[in-house]
C-alpha cells in the first residue's frame, strides 16, 4: 500500500473516530496534502509515522499551533524530506514561519509561499530548489514576508526585482550559492524601511552594484562576492550608512576605494579578488569599528597610512598581492591590540619589520613574504607567543641563526617559513636549537644554505613538511630522518647531499603506510590556493606524500626496500649519481603518480611489472644506460618518448631503436575497463597535479610563500 492511499484511508478514518483536537480539521488535511507530495514516501517514513500517530495535528512534530488551533510553524529542517513543496501550505492562513531548510526537495518553490497573506519567514535554503523566481503579478504591497532565505539550491534565471517594491516588511533576503543571473536589483528598500541584511553571494550576477541601495537606511549586511559585478562602487552605496558588513570579493569592481570610509559603522569589509586600485586614504582611521579589513589581490598602491593604526578594533588586515610600497614601520601597529592576522605577502614593503608589531601579542598569522624587507629578525618577536603561522619567505632577511633562536621560544608555532632569505649563510647547527616541537611545517628553501641537515631537526617530532630544496647542503641524509613519525612530504632536492640513499629513509612511518591511500579523498585534490588564513589547518593534510632527493650527489644503488614506500605519490632521484639496476619492488608502489630517475647511471632492464602501476602518470628514466625492450602495457602505452630519451640500448617499437623479434615486448591492446579507468585517472591526475599547477608554483610561492 503506498502512502497515499494510506493517507487517504488515514482521513476517511478520521472522519469517524476523531475526537475533538485543538487541530483544524482543514489543516491537518492540507498538511496530510504536504505530506503526500513528498515523494518516494517511504524516505519520509518516519515523519509520517509520527503524524499518523496522533490525530491531533497540533501534535505532530515540527508542528507548531496557536491557543485556537491553528498552525503557525512548521519547523522541519534537517529532516532528510524529499519530493516537492505543496502550494497547498498557503491555505494555512494563520502559517507564519516555515522552515524546510537542510532537505533533498525538489522542484520549484511555489510563489504563493513568498506572496502569502502570512508567512513572515520562509527558509529553504540548502535544498535541490530549481527553476527560475517568477515575478509576482499583484498591486498589493502588504505583504508580511520579512525573511526569505533560499540559499544553497540550484535557482537559475534572472533574480526577481519588481517583486520587492511591493514587500514593505522586508528584513532579510539570503539567496546565496544558487545559479542566479542578470542584474543586482535596487528595489529593496522602496517600499521597506526595515531592509538589514542582502546576501547575493556564489551566483552568476553581472552589471554594477545599482543605485538605490542607498535608500537602504538599515542595510547592515551586503554580501555579493564571487559574482562578475563590474564597475565602480556607485556614490550611492556610501549613502547606505547603516552598513557593518560589506563583502564584494571576487568580482570585477575597479576604482578607487576612497569613499568607503563613508561607512562609518563598518565592521568588516572585503573588496578582494578585484581590480580596485589608487591608494588607500588617509581617512581610513575613520573606521572606528573596523575589525577585519581584506582588499587582497588588487592593484592597490602607494603607502598603509599611519592613520591605519586609529582603527584600533582591527583583527585581520589582509592586504595580500597588491602594489603596496613604502616602509610598514609608519603604522603604529601597538595601537591594534586586537591584531591576530597580519598578511601583506606579495606587495612591494620596504624598510624592517617595524617595532611596533611586538606589542600585538594576539597575532597568530603573519606573513610578510614576497616583499623587499631587511634586517634581522629583532629578539622582541619572542613576545609573540601566539603566533601559530609565519612566513617571512622572500624578503632580504639576514642572520638565520639568530632568527631560529629567536623563533624557537615561539612554542605554538605550526608553520614556519623563512625561505628565500640568508643568501649564503650557513645552516646552524647548534644542538640548543630548541622548542619548535610543535612544528608540521618548515621551509628554509631558496637560501643557498651551505651546512649539514643539521641534527635539532630531529626534535622536531611532529613535521609533517619538510623544505630545503635550492640550498647547498652536504653531507649524508641523517639516519634520525625515520624518527619523524609524521614526516610524509620531504624535499631535499637541488643540494649537494652526498652518500648513498640510506634504508632509513625507507623506514619513514607515513610513507610506508600501505594502507593504500584512497585517490578519491577531496582533501587530496582540493589542491590548496592557500589565501585565507581560515585554511590554514587544512594545510598539511592536502599535500600528497612526496620524497624529493633530485639533483643532488647520492650514489650507490636504489636501495630494494624503496619497494616499502608503499604511500608514495612521487619519488625523484633524477640528477644524482646512482648506478645498478632498477629494483624490481619499485612496482610495489602502487600509489605513485610521478617517478623521475632520469639523469643517473642505471643499468639493466625495466622491469615489467612497473607497468602494473596504475596510477603512475609521470615518469622519466631518461639520461641512463638501461637496455632492452620498453613495457608498452598499462601506463606505459600513455608515456612519451622523451621519457626513455638518452638511453641508446633499450628498444621499443615507439624509438628509434627497433627490438629485434626476441626482445620484443608483446604488444597488447588496451582493455576497455582500464581505459576507462585511465580516463578517471586521467581527470583526477589533473586536478591533482595540474589544478596545483605543480607544488612549485601555486603552492610554494602562494602557501609556502
Ligand atoms: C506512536 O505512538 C506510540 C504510542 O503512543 C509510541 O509508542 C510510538 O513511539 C509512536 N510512534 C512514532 C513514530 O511516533
Ligand atoms: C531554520 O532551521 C535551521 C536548522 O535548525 C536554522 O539553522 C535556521 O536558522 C532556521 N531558519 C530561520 C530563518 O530561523
Ligand atoms: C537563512 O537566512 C536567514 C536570514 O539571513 C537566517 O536567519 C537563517 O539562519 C538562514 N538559514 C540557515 C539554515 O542558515
Ligand atoms: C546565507 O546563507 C549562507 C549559507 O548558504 C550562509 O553562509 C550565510 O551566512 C547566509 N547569509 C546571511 C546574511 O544570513
Ligand atoms: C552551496 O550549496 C551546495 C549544495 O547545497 C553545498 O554543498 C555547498 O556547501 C554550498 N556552498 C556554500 C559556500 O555555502
Ligand atoms: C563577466 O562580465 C564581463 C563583462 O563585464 C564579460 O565580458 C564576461 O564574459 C563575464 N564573465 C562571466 C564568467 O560571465
Ligand atoms: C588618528 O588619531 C590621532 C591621535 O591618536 C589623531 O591625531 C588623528 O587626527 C587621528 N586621525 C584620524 C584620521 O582619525
Ligand atoms: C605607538 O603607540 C604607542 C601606544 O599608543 C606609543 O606608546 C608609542 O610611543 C607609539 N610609537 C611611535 C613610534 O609613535
Ligand atoms: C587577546 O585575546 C584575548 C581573547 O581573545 C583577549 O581577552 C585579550 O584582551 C586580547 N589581548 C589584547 C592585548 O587585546
Ligand atoms: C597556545 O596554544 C594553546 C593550545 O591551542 C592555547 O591554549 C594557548 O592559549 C596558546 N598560547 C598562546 C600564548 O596563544
Ligand atoms: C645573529 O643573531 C644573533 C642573535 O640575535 C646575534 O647574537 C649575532 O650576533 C647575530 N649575527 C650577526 C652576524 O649579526
Ligand atoms: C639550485 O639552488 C641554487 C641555490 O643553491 C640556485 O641558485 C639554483 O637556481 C637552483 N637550481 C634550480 C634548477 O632551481
Known amino acids: 500500500m503506498n502512502f497515499f492511499h494510506l493517507a487517504l484511508v488515514l482521513l476517511l478514518l478520521s472522519f469517524i473516530c476523531a475526537p475533538v483536537g485543538s487541530c483544524i480539521e482543514q489543516e491537518r488535511l492540507t498538511l496530510l496534502r504536504f505530506l503526500a507530495e513528498l515523494s518516494p514516501p517511504h524516505d519520509n517514513g518516519q515523519l509520517a509515522a509520527s503524524w499518523r500517530n496522533r490525530t491531533d495535528c497540533c501534535t505532530w512534530e515540527g508542528i507548531i499551533c496557536d491557543v485556537d488551533g491553528a498552525v503557525t510553524e512548521i519547523l522541519l529542517a534537517s529532516r532528510g524530506l524529499e519530493g516537492r513543496i505543496s502550494s497547498s501550505l498557503s491555505e494555512l492562513t494563520s502559517l507564519s514561519r516555515l522552515n524546510l531548510s537542510y532537505n533533498s526537495l525538489s522542484g520549484g518553490l511555489p510563489p504563493e509561499l513568498i ?113 562578475n559585478i563590474s564597475g565602480a562602487l556607485p556614490d550611492d552605496l556610501f549613502h547606505a550608512t547603516s ?22 559603522n563598518l565592521v568588516f569589509l572585503d573588496l578582494g579578488g578585484n581590480s580596485f586600485s589608487g591608494k588607500v586614504p588617509e581617512s581610513i582611521g575613520e573606521l572606528k569599528k573596523l575589525e577585519e579589513l581584506r582588499m587582497d589581490h588588487n592593484y592597490i598602491s602607494g603607502e598603509l597610512p599611519s592613520t591605519l593604526a586609529n582603527c584600533t578594533n582591527l583583527a585581520a588586515i589582509v592586504l595580500v598581492s597588491n602594489k603596496f610600497t613604502g616602509d610598514l614601520a609608519k603604522v603604529n ?27 600585538c601579542s594576539n597575532l597568530t598569522w603573519l606573513r610578510l613574504s614576497f616583499n623587499k624587507l631587511h634586517g634581522q629578525l629583532p629578539e622582541e618577536t619572542e613576545k609573540l607567543k601566539s603566533l601559530t603561522f609565519v612566513s617571512l619567505s622572500y624578503n632580504y632577511f639576514t642572520n638565520i641563526t639568530g632568527a631560529l633562536h629567536i623563533l624557537k621560544s615561539l612554542r605554538n608555532l605550526t608553520t614556519l617559513l623563512i625561505g ?18 610543535n612544528l608540521q611545517v618548515l621551509g628554509i628553501n631558496d637560501c643557498a644554505l651551505t651546512g649539514k641537515i643539521p641534527s635539532w631537526l630531529s626534535k622536531l617530532k611532529k613535521l609533517e613538511l619538510l623544505l630545503l630544496y635550492n640550498n647547498q647542503l652536504s653531507g649524508p641524509i641523517p639516519t634520525w630522518i625515520k624518527s619523524l613519525n609524521y614526516l610524509k612530504y620531504v624535499d631535499l632536492s637541488n643540494n649537494s647531499l652526498t652518500g648513498e640513499i640510506p634504508t632509513s629513509l625507507t623506514e619513514m612511518p607515513m610513507l610506508r603506510s600501505d594502507k593504500i591511500a584512497d585517490h578519491s ?65 619499485a612496482s610495489n608502489l602502487k600509489n605513485l603518480m610521478v617517478l623521475d630517475l632520469s639523469s643517473n647511471h642505471l643499468t639493466g632492464a625495466i622491469p615489467s611489472s612497473l607497468a602494473n602501476l596504475h596510477f603512475l602518470s609521470n615518469f622519466n628514466i631518461s639520461y641512463n644506460d638501461l637496455e632492452g625492450p620498453v613495457p608498452i602495457t598499462g601506463q606505459f602505452s600513455t608515456f612519451p618518448t622523451s621519457s626513455f630519451a638518452g638511453n641508446p640500448k633499450l628498444c621499443s617499437p615507439m624509438l628509434l631503436h627497433r627490438c629485434n623479434s626476441a626482445g620484443a615486448a608483446p604488444v597488447s591492446t588496451i582493455p576497455t575497463k582500464q581505459y576507462i579507468d585511465k580516463v578517471v585517472f586521467a581527470i583526477a591526475f589533473g586536478m591533482f597535479f595540474g589544478v596545483g599547477v605543480l607544488y612549485d608554483q601555486i603552492v610554494v610561492s602562494r602557501f609556502f610563500g
Not at 520562509?122 to 514576508?145: A, C, I, T
Not at 552598513?243 to 570585477?252: H, I, K, T
Not at 576612497?258 to 561607512?263: E, G, S, T
Not at 649563510?425 to 616541537?437: A, F, N, S, V, Y
Request: hydrophobic share 40%; glycine share 8%.
Open 115 to 227: 506572496f502569502s497573506g502570512s508567512i513572515v519567514v520562509l527558509d529553504v535554503s540548502f535544498n535541490r530548489l530549481g527553476g527560475e523566481l517568477q515575478e509576482v503579478d499583484s498591486s498589493s504591497s502588504d505583504w508580511p514576508l520579512q525573511v526569505l532565505n533560499i540559499s544553497s539550491n540550484l535557482f537559475t534565471g534572472a533574480f526577481p526585482s519588481t517583486t520587492w517594491e511591493k514587500m514593505s516588511n522586508l528584513v532579510a533576503i539570503n539567496a546565496s550559492n544558487n545559479s542566479f543571473t542578470g542584474h543586482i536589483p535596487s528595489s529593496f528598500c522602496i517600499s521597506s524601511l526595515s531592509f538589514a541584511a542582502l546576501d547575493l553571494c556564489y551566483n552568476q550576477f553581472s552589471g554594477e552594484i545599482p543605485a538605490g541601495i542607498g535608500k537602504c537606511s538599515a542595510l547592515r549586511m551586503l554580501k555579493a562576492g564571487h559574482n
Open 333 to 359: 601597529f601597538s595601537n591594534l591590540p586586537n591584531l591576530k592576522t597580519l598578511d601583506l605577502c606579495t606587495n612591494y614593503f620596504t624598510g624592517t619589520i617595524p617595532a611596533s608589531i611586538y606589542s
Open 521 to 585: 579523498d577531496p582533501r587530496l585534490f582540493r589542491m590548496p590556493v592557500f589565501v585565507a588564513p581560515s585554511l590554514e589547518y587544512h594545510t598539511a593534510n592536502a599535500f600528497p606524500k612526496m620524497l624529493n632527493l633530485g639533483n643532488n650527489k647520492f650514489s650507490g644503488v636504489i636501495p630494494m626496500e624503496i619497494g616499502q614506500l608503499k604511500a608514495l605519490l612521487s619519488l625523484n632521484l633524477s640528477f644524482n649519481n646512482l648506478h645498478g639496476e632498477i629494483p624490481q619492488s
Open 420 to 437: 628565500g632569505n640568508f643568501m649564503h649563510e650557513t645552516i646552524p647547527q647548534d644542538e640548543t636549537i630548541h622548542g619548535l616541537e
Open 243 to 264: 552598513l557593518e558588513y560589506l563583502s564584494f570579493p571576487n568580482n570585477g569592481l575597479q576604482g578607487t576605494i576612497k569613499l568607503v570610509i563613508k561607512l562609518s
